[in-house]
């Protein structure tokens, strides 16, 4: 009887402690400077070296390159770059191999789509997701030989 | 009435059902309310990490640790990263070990925070989950400033960690520890002296040492029948020999017991942090040298490390490639399970309940 | 309402009490809905949440909500099921649960049915719902369900016993088993010529007893969640499970309405000098704290065991009844003659 009356003045207690509730929907929630969220794609700064392809675990990036358009200039640029949300686990991998920081993560979590479809996402919807967009990458170069490919 | 015939129920509790911790099912076969045969069937949340793993690099099989058992995925890391740098003879830096050591006591709070508030949960009591999940809160929230995810934090790299800890964070910590311990006083007097709750698990799922390690049973499902048996202790690894802790054991081996040992590890865990966050170096690296290419040399090796479940082993076979041959993981969860037929006949339905929230089951790490 | 029985029935008459029985459903649909949104917002408290606060100011509307939603979805019967059983057992479950309400009196002058034998009445017609559960658990033809009615029949009779019992001290002292005469009994002036101190241990029994009447926390073992999924209802849906709803929180109603009564005297104020505050408003303040220690349990306890029910039951609570009555006895025995 005794345990039970405790349990009871710790509940009692309780219903007039303060409230961890937050009011999510009406008021973003904001994740802290490091959180991994829906990545952010700079075309201008892609050098189409196929990392994050290569080290992504779950195989959601796809992207193609095609030659430089200034003659002057080597290399490829980016033509198309797709991420697939149904898979990518935001794992990070990707964002921490890239040399050029032209992919990086954001603080954006909110991925709820109606349709499968709509979580194909491609180069542009990436590039305006340019909001809260992470700092700092701490990109220490995972090791880039094997793997899926 | 020598004309009515009696047959037994078979019951299949689960995939779906609310106490089997996701999709966990037992087909028991009730005689009444009394069990007289149970059969427990997993592999409904198979992903085939082991198999998956043989195709990717070892820092890609880093994430997939993270889902097998998604409520302490900091230990799982660990032992993926700590193989892999006994294999090649890696040596991490100080600080990124007091880092790793930090996150894996916090994740063993969190753990066993999630523990309590389901276990009690299925016993039928309803805040103690919120309760606990108030606290596990502020271990997430630290999680995630740490490592910018709340579940999955992908946070060891084979030869150290990803990132420092940002300013502050260590003090956040500290601060942490002795709110914990205020809070653990709190879930005593909720829930520990309840005559309700106390009936209800007293003596309930019992074995001895001699069945516990004939099960191969690991963890508090071992310690609460008397086998001082703890690889933090016994085997040290990381950074654990030089801190003092004790490493709590039962008597009964009953349910009560794990109980009791569960809520006495978050103790000893605060114990282990504040001593980790005293001997903490100030600076220096994070990451140790690692070659570009993480190619373990051929072989094989197992290293096991105490996780919040128990014993988790990573055997790694390795032909000296950049992906493993073969990656088998020891998970606690999957072996502490296969006492449970055994335990449950006899027993009623709520004792199922009892039972198997006792031994304390992820069911992504019992079916990887 | 001696006017019944002075007249023959009229039309009119006949009219006035259907009247009067709308007015009490519509209190009656009232208190469940806030008495929903209250228990929600309680235990949300006592667990550092803000309970409903999403349709209508402060959720008021969320229980209105829900029950429109209920009203709303499409009615399944499952194949297998015994139809008309199925169908049966949420109206039989309802029913009974309302009609004890008649005895209940809330005032010297508000109440509905004056009868002789109010008690008596009550503890007859709730027994009535046991059934029902029974029935919705065999109807179902879900093993859950079935174990879930199993247990509330073995829950439900061996409660019913200490339940009655344990009132019988209040009638002894009171010397009927009119509801209104109980009250009067208990009138006093002051709070300890309330039943609960000199029956103390009569109403501990009650107490528990009671709860596990409702099937509330600790003793929700017939719909307990974590084991048998949903208990007894588990195949009830829409309006059909809105009943079996409706039947629990006006059992919740009844039993505060009851404990109220026999055991913290009505309507009387606990002390003379707090007499000028009306009686309707005592009633109302003793029926919501009771109501309330109910929520409050059901935020606190873990479930209990069903062997360690019926030990309760059998081993204690019965025993301590027929001790309390031959307590009772002996005191107006020896003292009171």
Partial sequence: ?149 | MGAIRTEELLLNVGPQHPSTHGVFRIIVKLDGEIITEATPVMGYLHRGTEKLAENLNFTQIIPYTDRMDYVSAMTNNYVLCHAVEKMMGLEVPERAEFLRLIVMEMQRVASHLVWWGTYLLDIGAMSPFLFAFRDRETIVQLFNELSGARLTYNYMRVGGVKWDAPPGWLDKVREFIPYMEKKIEEYDRLVSGNEIFLSRIQGIGRYDAETAIRYGLSGANLRCTGVQWDLRRSEPYSLYDRFEFDVPVGKNGDCFDRYLLRLEEIRQSLRILRQALEQMPEGGETMGKVPRAIRPPAGESYVAIESPRGEIGCHIVSKGKAEPYRLKFRRPSFVNLQILPKLLVGETMTNLITILGGIDIVVGEVDA | MDWLSASPVTWYDALFVFLWGVVLMLVVLGFVTYAIYFERKVIGWMQFRRGPNRVGPFGLLQTVADILKLLIKEDTIPRKADRLLFVLAPVLAFIPSFAVLAVIPYTQKLYFADLNVGLLYYVALSGISTLAIVLGGWASNNKYALLGGMRSAAQMISYEVPLVISVTGVVLMSGTLNLRGIVDAQSGGWFWDWNFLPQIIGFAVFVIAAISELNRTPFDLPEAESELVAGYHVEYSGFRFAFFMLTEYVYVYAIAGLATTLFLGGWHAPAPFLDFIPGIIWFALKFAFIVFFLFWLRATLPRIRIDQLMGLGWKLLLPLSLANIFLTALFYELFQR
Wanted: proline share 7%.
């Fill in chain 1, 1 to 149: 009887m005794k345990g039970m009356l405790k349990g009871m003045g710790v509940t009692l207690k309780a219903l007039t402690a303060p409230k961890v509730t937050t009011s999510y929907p009406d008021t973003p929630y904001m994740m802290p400077e490091r959180y991994r969220g829906i990545q952010h794609f700079i075309p201008e700064l892609c050098i189409v070296c196929n990392q994050c392809a290569r080290i992504c675990p779950t195989e959601c990036i796809t992207l193609t390159g095609k030659p430089n358009p200034d003659p002057e200039k080597k290399g490829k640029v980016i033509d198309t770059f797709d991420l697939n949300f149904e898979i990518c686990i935001l794992c990070d991998l990707c964002t921490e191999v890239c040399p050029t920081e032209a992919i990086v993560m954001t603080g954006n979590f909110e991925l709820a789509a109606y349709s499968r479809d709509e979580l194909y996402k491609d180069r542009e919807w990436l590039t305006d997701n340019n909001t809260r967009v992470r700092e700092d990458n701490n990109n220490i170069g995972a090791p880039q030989k094997g793997g899926a490919k």
